[in-house]
Nanobody, 116 residues
Framework: QVQLVESGGRLVQPGGSLNLSCAAS????????MGWYRQAPGKQRELVAA???????NYADSVKGRFTISRDNAKNTVYLQMNSLKPEDTAVYYC??????????WGQGTQVTVSS
């Protein structure tokens, strides 16, 4: 069983920055596609950003130019650098590990609140 532990969420003012981290257990991190999803109250969970094992990335239109996903395979960790935060970025952010149809693991989530 893969364990994913997110950290870094907190209250931040609009325009501020946060860097989320997700540490994975086990030995399959380097071959996994890692993603960050978020779920705001009353809304469906949505993809924020993803990075493949080869380093290719994709982003939701709403965060392009503001958020950056990266990974460190030596540390089994994926990051989400969030800049120019807006109140609409407020959500619980979840880390996801995926390998094709074989694995689909989720972290417990970390709360990000953007408010003045």
């Amino acid at each position: 069983q893969v364990q994913l532990v997110e950290s870094g969420g907190r209250l931040v003012q609009p325009g501020g920055s946060l860097n989320l981290s997700c540490a994975a257990s086990g030995s399959i991190f380097s071959i996994s596609t890692m993603g960050w999803y978020r779920q705001a109250p009353g809304k469906q969970r949505e993809l924020v950003a993803a990075i493949t094992s080869g380093g290719s990335t994709n982003y939701a239109d709403s965060v392009k130019g503001r958020f950056t996903i990266s990974r460190d395979n030596a540390k089994n960790t994926v990051y989400l650098q969030m800049n120019s935060l807006k109140p609409e970025d407020t959500a619980v952010y979840y880390c996801n590990l995926r390998i094709g149809v074989y694995r689909d693991d989720w972290g417990q989530g970390t709360q990000v609140t953007v408010s003045s």
